[in-house]
């Protein structure tokens, strides 16, 4: 009995070790489609936030709308995502998005196209001495502005100025 009370106690200490040295981040991602013309399509937006450091490179797959969402001309969509990777470790953002309904016969002689503007991460965090508000964003583009993302299609956004 004593034993298995140590080996609970030992595995709860070693989870909460493992949590503490796991810090998430907190960050709006502002995604913005053109102002050229594309037709509306319902659908999904979906990023990969890539991260490296001097030890690891990493991958991050979120779905910035899950449910099912008007995509049209000149609008932007805003959602809350949780990354492990700092903010100036993140070196590319993938976009890409998918139809809510991507049987439609027309679909398979031509994608639908979407046009896309940079991408903008931020974050805000208070700092626990000071309760000042420190907050920091990063831009991320494409290799045109603005650019045109098929249908399960994606596109690499950079980090950029």
């Avoid at 991260?51 to 959602?79: G, R």
């Avoid at 626990?128 to 098929?150: E, G, L």
């Amino acid at each position: 009995m004593n034993s298995k009370i140590l080996l609970a106690f030992v595995l709860a200490v070693n989870i909460c070790v493992i949590i503490d040295a796991a810090q998430v981040y907190s960050y709006e991602v502002i995604v913005k489609t053109a102002d050229k013309k594309f037709s509306s399509h319902d659908g999904k937006i979906k990023i990969s936030v890539l991260s490296s450091d001097s030890v690891k490179t990493s991958q991050e797959a979120f779905v910035l709308t899950p449910t099912d969402v008007k995509i049209k001309q000149d609008k932007t969509y805003t959602a809350t995502i949780s990354s492990v990777a700092p903010l100036n470790n993140i070196t590319c953002v993938y976009l890409r998005w998918s139809l809510a309904s991507p049987y439609n016969p027309v679909y398979a002689v031509k994608k639908p196209v979407i046009y896309f503007d940079p991408i903008i991460v931020s974050n805000s965090v208070v700092d626990p001495n000071t309760q000042i508000s420190v907050s920091a964003s990063r831009k991320f583009c494409p290799a045109t502005i603005p650019i045109a993302i098929k249908h399960a299609d994606g596109a690499s956004f950079d980090a950029c100025t």
